[in-house]
Protein backbone atom coordinates (compact mmCIF):
# COMPACT_ATOMS: atom_id res chain seq x y z
CA UNK A 1 0.00 0.00 0.00
CA UNK A 2 1.07 3.67 -0.75
CA UNK A 3 0.26 6.76 1.39
CA UNK A 4 0.50 9.77 -0.58
CA UNK A 5 1.02 13.30 1.11
CA UNK A 6 -2.42 14.17 1.82
CA UNK A 7 -3.31 10.77 3.06
CA UNK A 8 -0.85 10.79 5.36
CA UNK A 9 -1.69 14.56 6.72
CA UNK A 10 -5.11 13.39 6.73
CA UNK A 11 -4.31 10.49 9.34
CA UNK A 12 -2.06 12.35 11.22
CA UNK A 13 -5.14 15.22 11.65
CA UNK A 14 -7.38 12.43 13.61
CA UNK A 15 -3.99 11.06 15.17
CA UNK A 16 -3.73 12.15 19.22
CA UNK A 17 -0.12 13.31 20.00
CA UNK A 18 -1.27 13.69 23.78
CA UNK A 19 -1.83 10.44 26.03
CA UNK A 20 -4.55 11.07 28.59
CA UNK A 21 -1.67 10.32 31.11
CA UNK A 22 -0.12 13.25 32.80
CA UNK A 23 3.24 14.05 34.22
CA UNK A 24 4.09 14.31 38.16
CA UNK A 25 3.98 17.72 39.43
CA UNK A 26 6.50 19.64 38.27
CA UNK A 27 7.29 17.90 35.39
CA UNK A 28 6.32 18.83 31.76
CA UNK A 29 6.69 17.36 28.20
CA UNK A 30 8.75 20.26 26.18
CA UNK A 31 9.29 20.09 22.38
CA UNK A 32 11.68 22.41 20.39
CA UNK A 33 11.04 23.03 16.36
CA UNK A 34 14.08 23.84 14.43
CA UNK A 35 12.81 23.14 10.94
CA UNK A 36 14.17 24.65 7.99
CA UNK A 37 11.87 26.90 5.62
CA UNK A 38 12.50 24.02 3.11
CA UNK A 39 10.42 21.88 5.11
CA UNK A 40 8.00 24.75 5.45
CA UNK A 41 4.94 22.84 4.82
CA UNK A 42 5.69 20.15 7.39
CA UNK A 43 6.83 22.63 9.72
CA UNK A 44 3.24 24.23 9.39
CA UNK A 45 1.43 21.02 9.61
CA UNK A 46 3.57 20.30 12.91
CA UNK A 47 2.59 23.72 14.70
CA UNK A 48 -1.00 23.58 13.43
CA UNK A 49 -1.40 19.60 15.00
CA UNK A 50 0.74 21.06 18.42
CA UNK A 51 -1.67 23.96 18.78
CA UNK A 52 -4.86 21.66 18.04
CA UNK A 53 -4.00 19.35 21.08
CA UNK A 54 -3.18 20.35 24.45
CA UNK A 55 0.70 22.50 23.97
CA UNK A 56 1.07 25.92 24.93
CA UNK A 57 3.35 28.00 22.60
CA UNK A 58 6.37 29.52 25.60
CA UNK A 59 8.81 31.03 22.99
CA UNK A 60 9.34 30.67 18.83
CA UNK A 61 9.42 26.97 18.16
CA UNK A 62 9.17 25.45 21.91
CA UNK A 63 5.87 23.71 23.67
CA UNK A 64 5.25 22.67 26.26
CA UNK A 65 2.65 20.12 27.75
CA UNK A 66 1.50 18.70 30.87
CA UNK A 67 0.63 15.68 29.37
CA UNK A 68 2.59 12.45 28.22
CA UNK A 69 3.36 12.22 24.48
CA UNK A 70 1.82 9.55 22.47
CA UNK A 71 3.47 6.52 20.04
CA UNK A 72 1.94 8.69 17.02
CA UNK A 73 4.15 11.94 17.81
CA UNK A 74 7.03 9.76 17.52
CA UNK A 75 5.68 8.30 13.84
CA UNK A 76 4.42 11.45 12.91
CA UNK A 77 8.28 12.94 13.31
CA UNK A 78 10.22 9.89 11.71
CA UNK A 79 7.46 9.59 8.63
CA UNK A 80 8.28 13.20 8.03
CA UNK A 81 11.63 12.65 8.13
CA UNK A 82 11.91 15.30 10.23
CA UNK A 83 14.02 14.28 13.80
CA UNK A 84 16.93 15.95 12.78
CA UNK A 85 14.71 19.56 13.40
CA UNK A 86 12.66 18.34 15.77
CA UNK A 87 13.73 17.44 19.33
CA UNK A 88 11.69 16.22 22.74
CA UNK A 89 11.80 15.62 26.73
CA UNK A 90 10.14 16.00 29.60
CA UNK A 91 11.29 19.15 31.85
CA UNK A 92 11.60 18.63 35.57
CA UNK A 93 11.37 22.09 37.82
CA UNK A 94 13.77 21.47 40.71
CA UNK A 95 12.41 21.23 44.20
CA UNK A 96 13.70 24.68 45.06
CA UNK A 97 11.60 26.23 42.07
CA UNK A 98 8.30 24.76 43.09
CA UNK A 99 9.12 26.16 46.61
CA UNK A 100 9.80 29.37 45.01
CA UNK A 101 6.25 29.24 43.47
CA UNK A 102 3.94 28.94 46.46
CA UNK A 103 5.05 32.33 47.00
CA UNK A 104 6.47 32.25 50.36
CA UNK A 105 8.55 35.64 51.46
CA UNK A 106 12.15 35.05 50.90
CA UNK A 107 14.45 35.22 53.66
CA UNK A 108 17.63 37.14 53.19
CA UNK A 109 20.40 37.54 55.76
Given amino acids: MILTALGMVQFL ?3 ELLT ?3 HPRGRQTIIIVTTPEKERRWRDFLRYKLSQE ?6 RG ?3 SRYKLSKYFYFMVCLFHMASYVRWGVLEESIKAQKL ?3 KPLHTS
Wanted: aromatic share 12%; glycine share 12%.
Fill in 13 to 15: KQC
Fill in 20 to 22: DRG
Fill in 54 to 59: EFILVS
Fill in 62 to 64: VYM
Fill in 101 to 103: KGN
